[in-house]
């Protein structure tokens, strides 16, 4: 079976007719484009992109955080990342005395960089195909569960291996194909990573929730960090002692621009995409769980909207709360659309049907039924497990006292533990918000949710108080949380008190019911679907064998995607030109909207048209621009190459229209979005001041 497996893979591996720059490939297999890559522009070689032997353009690139990109731009380390993937830092840093969220942030000095506690950078050291290792031991006979183990333990014994030189090498083994193949990954973490710069957030995140996922856009969406690494550029913790890190590569910075047509390349970490998943899979995605997603978190957007309208205090505390229930909210819109008018479930079903035809008489017999079957059974599930994460898990004061539960039931007190967690939640909380959210989500949980699927818990309840609003009125009146004096005279004799507090009773309640009746029979059809999954990825490449590439799902591991700038058109007599220019900064100008109210700054520089050096041939300062590269959430930040692997952009969103690529790529339609690096060097020079930082750089025509 391990030699069809493999034999399969290298099959599907072969360059075959390209689909218009639809894909997220290994870099160590790149190889197996780089013609396909030379032939639409590219000018660089294989390793270039990827070599463990010498310095390639996977060295200047970095898993920012745990779930966003960052490219390096200078020998000193400086690091270039979205503002978005900065925001919580930016954010954690900013108070109404100082609000880099609102002003920017701009150190003149590297004495004047801030630290950012928690945060960390990783780099690709290699990545190894270890199917054969981590199946090793592995009989036809064996359960699923048996597998499981097995895997898992073969997994932790390479992982010990690759990682026991220590020194900041962290590993983990993913399995690719819905476990057809097993590829290692081991990366260097480096832990000490400061803030450099931060444009305002009416440039960094100008247009806001408005203007998020579509186009045209006019954000400079960018934050400016430097790794910081010991006397000898090795991973240390934070310290006053530590030195710039040293790359072993950067990439250089073009300044020529960008036209239409150009080739543009793409290294990162893009998070998760689902391209072959059954026809019902993806009709529930479409049909119901997005749409319910959706409504819900209207709901919370629009109260915590009301309140950041209202407070200046209020919006820095929810500012990134606010933009992170927005982004799914406003993506999942667009998916259920682009499902929909792609025909996707149509198109899947229609392939299903031929390749069950292909499949009788062979081991993929009945594969497809068999899939049909199990999501009937486990779609109740995941609608439970969806409306849990969404109405449940976001009632904040509920989460906190969870977590203050945890440190009175270690076996320990940690009194420090206490002040920091509490001293953290206060810092950004605001009762009313969370109050009145409680009110909106559990009354449509109760309209949506069958009884079947309601805990006892929540039954007993609304039995009791007979309205949500009553119940919140209860409950956000007596747990000693709505007070934050009281919580922060908690003491190590309190842990009765903590335990009947009636948001963890909430918590917890509905935690267990949870963890008892939603997620283990969920799990266990999940584990039955992977299994059928694992066989029909595999019979997917033998029935596609020579008609189709076939790349693995996305799974925050780094990928190559390569494309062109093009522009669009999203419907009848509408096309979309692949730039956008400061010109449109200023038609959207609104000192009255604070998404689109920008810098005096910057309205000063518009009317004497003091742009420097950094605009395009028609005397314009680009803004952002389109290209085709197939990407996703993770990819945020990912480096933007033309074809002499130079950087020309960051990457930061897709267009509306397109994002459902997650799951159906359609080339006319999916667009990913960069803001221009020639804006980024405009606003550090002309609205920072911060004319060193380009000195870092190396610029190239």
Same mark, same amino acid.
């Given at each position: 079976m391990k030699k069809l497996i493999l034999s399969v893979l290298m099959a599907a591996a072969v360059v075959l007719q390209a689909r218009a720059d639809e894909g997220m490939w290994l870099p160590s297999l790149v190889k197996q484009r780089i013609g396909d890559m030379q032939a639409k522009g590219f000018k660089l070689s294989?390793?270039?992109?990827?070599?463990?032997?010498?310095?390639?353009?996977?060295?200047?690139? &970095?898993?920012?955080?745990?779930?966003?990109?960052?490219?390096?731009?200078?020998? !000193? /380390?400086?690091?270039?990342?979205? *503002? %978005?993937?900065? @925001?919580?830092?930016? !954010?954690? %840093?900013?108070?109404?005395? *100082?609000?880099?969220? +609102? =002003?920017?942030?701009?150190?003149?000095?590297?004495?004047?960089?801030?630290? #950012?506690? /928690?945060?960390?950078?990783?780099?690709?050291? $290699?990545?190894?195909?270890?199917?054969?290792?981590?199946?090793?031991?592995?009989?036809?006979?064996?359960?699923?569960?048996? $597998?499981?183990?097995?895997?898992?333990k073969n997994s932790e014994k390479i992982i010990k291996k690759a990682t026991a030189e220590g020194n900041g090498l962290r590993a983990t083994v993913e399995a690719l194909f819905y476990g057809n193949q097993y590829f290692l990954f081991l990366y260097r973490e480096y832990k000490d990573v400061r803030l450099v710069a931060a444009p305002p957030s009416s440039i960094g995140s100008f247009g806001g929730d408005t203007d998020n996922?579509?186009?045209? $856009? *006019?954000?400079?969406?960018?934050?400016?960090?430097?790794?910081?690494?010991?006397?000898?550029?090795?991973?240390?913790?934070?310290?006053?002692?530590?030195?710039?890190?040293?790359?072993? $590569? %950067?990439? +250089?910075?073009?300044?020529?621009?960008?036209?239409? /047509?150009?080739?543009?390349?793409?290294?990162?970490?893009?998070?998760?995409? !689902?391209?072959?998943? %059954?026809?019902?899979?993806?009709?529930?995605?479409?049909?119901?769980s997005d749409p319910h997603k959706i409504n819900l978190r209207t709901k919370r957007l629009d109260i915590q909207n009301k309140y950041m309208g209202e407070s200046q205090k209020v919006r820095i505390q929810y500012s990134a709360k606010n933009a992170n229930v927005a982004n799914a909210w406003k993506k999942w819109q667009g998916e @259920?659309?682009?499902? #929909?008018?792609?025909?996707?479930?149509?198109?899947?079903?229609?392939?299903?049907?031929?390749? =069950?035809?292909?499949?009788?008489?062979?081991?993929?017999?009945? &594969?497809?039924?068999?899939?049909?079957?199990?999501?009937?059974?486990?779609?109740?599930? #995941?609608?439970?497990?969806?409306?849990?994460?969404?109405t449940v898990r976001t009632i904040e004061l509920a989460t906190l006292a969870s977590n203050v539960a945890k440190i009175y039931n270690?076996?320990?007190?940690?009194?420090?533990?206490?002040?920091?967690?509490?001293?953290?939640?206060?810092?950004?909380?605001?009762?009313?918000?969370?109050?009145?959210?409680?009110v909106a989500v559990m009354e449509?949980?109760?309209?949506?949710?069958?009884?079947?699927?309601?805990?006892?818990?929540?039954? =007993?309840?609304?039995? +009791?108080?007979g309205?949500?609003?009553?119940?919140?009125?209860?409950?956000?009146?007596?747990?000693?949380?709505?007070?934050?004096?009281?919580?922060?005279?908690?003491?190590?004799?309190?842990?009765?008190? &903590?335990l009947n507090d009636p948001a963890y009773i909430f918590f917890n309640e509905y935690s267990k019911w949870y963890n008892s009746e939603i997620l283990p029979k969920g799990q266990a059809l999940n584990r039955d679907l992977q299994l059928?999954?694992?066989?029909?990825?595999?019979?997917?490449?033998?029935?596609?064998?020579?008609?189709?590439?076939?790349?693995?799902? @996305? #799974?925050?591991?780094?990928?190559?995607?390569?494309?062109?700038?093009?522009?669009?058109?999203?419907?009848?007599? &509408?096309?979309?030109?692949?730039?956008?220019?400061?010109? /449109?900064?200023m038609e959207k100008d609104n000192p009255e909207i604070f998404d689109y109210d920008i810098p005096q700054k910057l309205r000063d520089i518009y009317a004497t048209k003091d742009y420097g050096r950094w605009v395009n041939q028609n005397g314009e300062v680009p803004v952002c621009f389109l290209a085709t590269n197939h990407t996703t959430g993770g990819n945020s930040g990912s480096p933007v190459i033309n074809a002499d692997g130079n950087l020309i952009g960051i990457n930061f969103d897709r267009v509306w229209e397109g994002t459902m690529s997650d799951i159906a790529f359609d080339p006319d339609f999916c667009r990913n979005i960069a803001t221009d690096i020639r804006y980024i060097l405009f606003v550090i020079e002309k609205i920072g001041g911060a004319g060193y930082l380009i000195d870092e750089m190396e610029l190239v025509e």
């Amino acid at each position: 079976m391990k030699k069809l497996i493999l034999s399969v893979l290298m099959a599907a591996a072969v360059v075959l007719q390209a689909r218009a720059d639809e894909g997220m490939w290994l870099p160590s297999l790149v190889k197996q484009r780089i013609g396909d890559m030379q032939a639409k522009g590219f000018k660089l070689s294989a390793d270039d992109i990827y070599s463990i032997n010498k310095a390639s353009l996977k060295d200047a690139v &970095v898993l920012f955080g745990r779930g966003c990109t960052g490219e390096l731009i200078s020998s !000193q /380390g400086l690091l270039l990342t979205n *503002h %978005h993937c900065g @925001a919580g830092q930016i !954010q954690a %840093h900013s108070s109404v005395e *100082h609000d880099y969220l +609102k =002003d920017g942030f701009w150190a003149m000095s590297q004495a004047e960089e801030l630290a #950012n506690p /928690g945060l960390t950078v990783s780099f690709l050291e $290699r990545m190894e195909d270890v199917t054969n290792d981590v199946l090793k031991g592995y009989k036809s006979s064996m359960s699923e569960a048996e $597998r499981a183990a097995l895997v898992k333990k073969n997994s932790e014994k390479i992982i010990k291996k690759a990682t026991a030189e220590g020194n900041g090498l962290r590993a983990t083994v993913e399995a690719l194909f819905y476990g057809n193949q097993y590829f290692l990954f081991l990366y260097r973490e480096y832990k000490d990573v400061r803030l450099v710069a931060a444009p305002p957030s009416s440039i960094g995140s100008f247009g806001g929730d408005t203007d998020n996922w579509m186009w045209p $856009r *006019h954000t400079g969406d960018f934050s400016i960090f430097r790794i910081y690494a010991d006397k000898d550029n090795n991973p240390a913790a934070y310290s006053p002692d530590n030195v710039p890190y040293k790359p072993k $590569r %950067h990439f +250089k910075v073009s300044v020529k621009g960008v036209n239409e /047509g150009d080739f543009t390349f793409i290294y990162g970490f893009p998070g998760k995409t !689902q391209e072959y998943i %059954h026809s019902d899979a993806v009709k529930y995605i479409a049909e119901v769980s997005d749409p319910h997603k959706i409504n819900l978190r209207t709901k919370r957007l629009d109260i915590q909207n009301k309140y950041m309208g209202e407070s200046q205090k209020v919006r820095i505390q929810y500012s990134a709360k606010n933009a992170n229930v927005a982004n799914a909210w406003k993506k999942w819109q667009g998916e @259920a659309k682009g499902i #929909n008018k792609m025909k996707t479930v149509a198109t899947k079903q229609a392939f299903e049907k031929e390749f =069950d035809v292909w499949a009788k008489g062979t081991e993929y017999e009945g &594969v497809v039924g068999k899939l049909a079957d199990l999501y009937a059974a486990i779609e109740p599930y #995941n609608f439970a497990a969806d409306y849990y994460t969404e109405t449940v898990r976001t009632i904040e004061l509920a989460t906190l006292a969870s977590n203050v539960a945890k440190i009175y039931n270690a076996k320990e007190f940690n009194a420090g533990a206490l002040k920091s967690t509490l001293a953290s939640f206060y810092k950004d909380y605001y009762l009313p918000i969370d109050k009145e959210s409680f009110v909106a989500v559990m009354e449509v949980y109760e309209k949506n949710m069958s009884d079947d699927f309601k805990p006892s818990y929540y039954k =007993d309840q609304m039995a +009791k108080y007979g309205s949500a609003a009553a119940w919140a009125e209860e409950l956000f009146t007596t747990s000693i949380y709505a007070d934050q004096t009281l919580a922060e005279a908690l003491t190590a004799e309190d842990k009765e008190l &903590v335990l009947n507090d009636p948001a963890y009773i909430f918590f917890n309640e509905y935690s267990k019911w949870y963890n008892s009746e939603i997620l283990p029979k969920g799990q266990a059809l999940n584990r039955d679907l992977q299994l059928l999954y694992r066989d029909y990825m595999r019979g997917q490449m033998e029935f596609m064998k020579g008609k189709k590439d076939f790349y693995p799902d @996305a #799974n925050l591991t780094l990928r190559v995607a390569y494309g062109n700038v093009k522009g669009y058109s999203p419907s009848d007599a &509408v096309y979309y030109f692949p730039y956008s220019s400061l010109k /449109g900064v200023m038609e959207k100008d609104n000192p009255e909207i604070f998404d689109y109210d920008i810098p005096q700054k910057l309205r000063d520089i518009y009317a004497t048209k003091d742009y420097g050096r950094w605009v395009n041939q028609n005397g314009e300062v680009p803004v952002c621009f389109l290209a085709t590269n197939h990407t996703t959430g993770g990819n945020s930040g990912s480096p933007v190459i033309n074809a002499d692997g130079n950087l020309i952009g960051i990457n930061f969103d897709r267009v509306w229209e397109g994002t459902m690529s997650d799951i159906a790529f359609d080339p006319d339609f999916c667009r990913n979005i960069a803001t221009d690096i020639r804006y980024i060097l405009f606003v550090i020079e002309k609205i920072g001041g911060a004319g060193y930082l380009i000195d870092e750089m190396e610029l190239v025509e």
